[in-house]
C-alpha cells in the first residue's frame, strides 16, 4: 500500500509515492492506519513512512503526518531477520530502539482468544504458551498436555496429513493444516516427504537462467545449481493437488508473497489454482512464469520460472500471523535460532491437542532420550524502556490540537523569503537554511537521507 522500498537496514528512504498521484491524495484523506505484526518491522521501514508522510501532507515532525496509528504485535513473537545479524542487531533494529516508541500509548492484551476458553486444558496450555514466551533460553521441557508427541518424521506427517488421497483437492482440508520448521532445508524435505504421497501425474518446469550484465563468463549450468529461499528451484516438479506458496506479489491483495493455493491444472506457460484462506478463498487464479533476480546469492543471475513452491509445510518466521486447525512442529535437525519462534510455533494451533511435536532423539550416557527443544528468549524486549544510553534523543509529544513546536521557543510566525540564492546552492545548504537543526526537536534530526529526500 504504501510502496516502501526494499532498502538496507540502516537507510531511511522514501515511500514511491508521487505526491500528485491517486495514493497521494488517498493519503491525504486517510484518518487511520491499522498495521499488525508490527513487531517483525524493521524500525528504519516505519521511519520511512513517517518521513514520506510528513512530505506528502505536509506536515514536518507529526509523527505518520497527523494521522491515527495503531499498531499490534507481541514481543514474545519474533523480531526483525537481519541477515548474518545476531541478538544485538535484531534489538537495535526493532521497532522497540525506534525514535517514536516512546511516544507510543501503549496498551496491553491480557487474554489468548484463539483458543478455546471453555476448556481446562486449553487454559493451562495458555498459561504454559505465555509462561514459554518470556522464559529461559536453553533447553526447556514442554509439559504435559502441551501438543501431542510423536516418535518420528512420518509419524508426524502422517498425524498432519491424514487421508490426505482422499482429499487432494479439497481447499478445506490444506487451509488449515501445516507443518513449520526453523530452517528451509527442514521444510524442503518435509514438502518433497507430502509430496511423494500424491500418484497424481508429475510435470516438470524446468527454469531459464541468464547471467547479470557484468557475469558473462559462468556458464549456465552453474546457475541451474543454484538454490536460494528468494528464488523457486531450476527444476520445478508439481502435480493437481499440490499446495503451493506464491512468492512475489503478483495481484496484490489478492495474490502476494506468501498467499498459498492449490494446483488444479497445469499448462504449458500456465498454472491454474485455487486460493488457500482469506477473503479470495476458493477463487481461481493464474500464475505466469515471471523473471526474478537473485538478491542473496554469491553469484548475481535472472531466474525465469513460476514464482512458486511447495507449501505443505512452511517455516516459523512465514507462519507468524496464521492459525491452522493441526499442525506439526518439526525439530529434530534444527533447533529454533532466533527469539520467539518456539513461542510463535507453539501458538499457531486453537486447541493443545492440535498441536504435533516431534523433537528427535539424542544419545545421553549409552542411552537414547527425545531432545529437549531449545528457547531463545531475549529478555531485554521486556523491560519498561531502554536503557539509558540505547535512547534516542529525547522526544516531544504533540497532541491533535496542538501546533508543531519547531524550537524551545516559539518560532517567529512571519513570512520567510527565500533568497534568489537558494537556487544556485546545494541541497544540503538548501535544507539548512530553509529547516534550520535549532528549529527541529532534537528527535526529528534528519539524516543524509531525510534531507536529500525533503530537498527534492
Not at 484463539?114 to 504454559?128: E, G, P, Q, V, Y
Not at 495481484?251 to 484462506?277: D, H
Not at 499457531?348 to 527443544?373: A, C, H, M, Q
Request: charged share 25%; net charge negative.
Amino acid at each position: 500500500m504504501f510502496k516502501i522500498p526494499l532498502m538496507d537496514y540502516n537507510k531511511v528512504c522514501a515511500c514511491s509515492i508521487k505526491k500528485n498521484s491517486e495514493l497521494a491524495k488517498l493519503l491525504s484523506m486517510t484518518s487511520l492506519i491499522v498495521w499488525d505484526e508490527v513487531v517483525m518491522a524493521n524500525k528504519n521501514t516505519l521511519a520511512t513512512l513517517d518521513v514520506s508522510l510528513w512530505d506528502i501532507l505536509g506536515v514536518p515532525g507529526r509523527f505518520m503526518g497527523g494521522i491515527v496509528f495503531v499498531c499490534a504485535g507481541d514481543f514474545r513473537q519474533i523480531l526483525p531477520v537481519i541477515r548474518g545479524g545476531g541478538m544485538n542487531d535484531e534489538l537495535e533494529y526493532c521497532i522497540k530502539s525506534g525514535y517514536f516508541w516512546d511516544d507510543l500509548l501503549k496498551l496491553e492484551l491480557t487474554r489468548i482468544v484463539r483458543l478455546k476458553a471453555d476448556d481446562t486444558k486449553n487454559k493451562i496450555f495458555a498459561k504454559n504458551l505465555l509462561a514459554l514466551g518470556r522464559g529461559e533460553s536453553g533447553p526447556v521441557k514442554l509439559p504435559e498436555k502441551f501438543g501431542i508427541v510423536v516418535e518420528t518424521r512420518k509419524e508426524l506427517v502422517d498425524k498432519v496429513y491424514d487421508n490426505l488421497e482422499e482429499n487432494h483437492l479439497n481447499t478445506s482440508y490444506f487451509e488449515k493444516r501445516a507443518i513449520i520448521s526453523p530452517t528451509n532445508d527442514d521444510v524442503d524435505r518435509i514438502n518433497l516427504m507430502v509430496y511423494d504421497k500424491s500418484e497424481e501425474p508429475e510435470k516438470v518446469y524446468m527454469s531459464v537462467d541468464t547471467a547479470m550484465e557484468e557475469v558473462t563468463d559462468i556458464q549456465t549450468s552453474v546457475f541451474n545449481a543454484i538454490t536460494s529461499p528468494s528464488l523457486p528451484l531450476h527444476m520445478l516438479r508439481l502435480k493437481v493437488g499440490s499446495v503451493i506458496m506464491v512468492m512475489r506479489n503478483i495481484c496484490p491483495p489478492k495474490l502476494c508473497n506468501g498467499s498459498r493455493v492449490i494446483v488444479t491444472n497445469l499448462k504449458k506457460y500456465i498454472i491454474v489454482g485455487k486460493i488457500l484462506g482469506g477473503t479470495h478463498r476458493d477463487e481461481q487464479v493464474l500464475l505466469p512464469r515471471i523473471t526474478l533476480e537473485s538478491t542473496d546469492t554469491t553469484i548475481p543471475f535472472k531466474r525465469k520460472q513460476f514464482p512458486v513452491k511447495l507449501s505443505y509445510a512452511m517455516t516459523i518466521n512465514k507462519s507468524q500471523g496464521q492459525t491452522f486447525d493441526r499442525c506439526g512442529i518439526l525439530l529434530d535437525s534444527a533447533q529454533c535460532f532466533a527469539h520467539g519462534q518456539l513461542y510463535v510455533a507453539c501458538s499457531r494451533v486453537t486447541s493443545w491437542n492440535s498441536l504435533i511435536i516431534y523433537t528427535g532423539w539424542e544419545k545421553v550416557n549409552d542411552d537414547f532420550r527425545k531432545k529437549l527443544p531449545r528457547n531463545c528468549v531475549y529478555k531485554e524486549l521486556f523491560v519498561e524502556s531502554l536503557s539509558e544510553e540505547d535512547k534516542p534523543p529525547e522526544a516531544v509529544v504533540v497532541s491533535d490540537d496542538q501546533e508543531v513546536a519547531l524550537a524551545e521557543e516559539e518560532p517567529d510566525q512571519s513570512i520567510v523569503e527565500i533568497p534568489k540564492e537558494v537556487y544556485t546552492i546545494s541541497e544540503e545548504e538548501a535544507v539548512d537554511m530553509l529547516l534550520p537543526a535549532s528549529y527541529v526537536p532534537k528527535k526529528y534530526l534528519l539524516d543524509d537521507h531525510q534531507a536529500e529526500f525533503i530537498a527534492r
